[in-house]
């Protein structure tokens, strides 16, 4: 991998985590049912993997409801959840 490469991953799996704990922080997780969605980390293509990209990407999920589970650092998918309506 190179070295920017790495710097990169390490910055959407901060921001991913970041998201995950501001998630477990600030929803009620009684919900009964849930819906899952899973997307990768890089949705905009070479564009995709500037951190700022990432950022608006995952802060755009956010406000959307949904809850980062788990990210994959082999594959670059985002595993989430929220609850359903």
Not at 15 to 29: D, K, M, P, R
Not at 42 to 48: F, K, M, R, V, W
Request: proline share 4%.
């Amino acid at each position: 991998m190179h070295h920017n490469t790495v710097i990169k991953l390490a910055g959407i799996i901060l921001a991913a985590g970041t998201l995950l704990l501001a998630g477990c922080c600030t929803i009620h997780h009684a919900a009964k049912e849930w819906e899952y969605k899973v997307t990768f980390a890089t949705p905009l293509g070479p564009e995709g993997l500037k951190l700022e990209n990432q950022q608006k990407f995952l802060n755009h999920l956010g406000k959307d409801g949904w809850i980062l589970v788990t990210v994959d650092s082999q594959t670059g998918l985002f595993y989430l959840k929220r609850p359903r309506d």
